[in-house]
């Protein structure tokens, strides 16, 4: 199957003019720069809420309220059975097949291999809850400081499972 794809994309290669293969190198890094900025915007604005969440006034409404203990253990279990038992990747059904069509087999694949989107979530979630946790230590906060941050770390646990998940699942190799 990979022989058939590589000479497939061989072919595809051939077929393509001079100003076609310049193209696709400019997307590929207009790609990778979005890449990047997504990631310091999404880990800067993580650190940002980490900072915020003891002072919060969520924070200060769960303090009372103990049913979120029970969300802390479901949301892994409910990322991790997600990610066993998803058949495609994130928006491949129509986002995909839009961003392909639109710019060509593979970008949509591409792209994503590149994002590391359950990288991105699970950072995203490790920042605020180590941050938020560290700041309601430092403020001796509220109780719901302490309950929004562990939930974020359970996150952050779900989503690097995840990802570890689906690339042994092979689901960033389809396509290719």
């Excluded at 590929?28 to 604005?45: A, D, N, R």
């Excluded at 049913?67 to 059904?93: D, E, F, H, K």
Aim: with cysteine.
């Amino acid at each position: 199957m990979a022989n058939v794809l590589s000479a497939i994309d061989q072919n595809d290669t051939e077929e393509k003019s001079q100003g076609q293969l310049v193209l696709e190198e400019v997307l590929m890094k207009i790609s990778k720069l979005i890449v990047v900025v997504l990631w310091l915007w999404i880990v800067v604005s993580s650190v940002a809420q980490g900072f915020d969440l003891p002072t919060s006034e969520l924070a200060r409404q769960l303090s009372s309220n103990l049913s979120i203990g029970y969300w802390m253990i479901a949301l892994p279990v409910v990322i991790v059975i997600g990610s066993l038992y998803c058949r495609q990747l994130p928006g491949g059904a129509t986002l995909g097949k839009l961003v392909d069509g639109r710019y060509g087999r593979g970008t949509y694949l591409s792209f994503l291999k590149q994002l590391k989107l359950e990288l991105l979530f699970s950072s995203m979630a490790f920042s605020i809850g180590v941050i938020g946790l560290l700041r309601s230590l430092s403020l001796g906060g509220p109780r719901g400081g302490f309950i929004i941050s562990s939930f974020f770390l359970s996150g952050g646990v779900a989503f690097l499972v995840a990802y570890f998940v689906m690339r042994r699942r092979a689901l960033y190799t389809e396509h290719q």
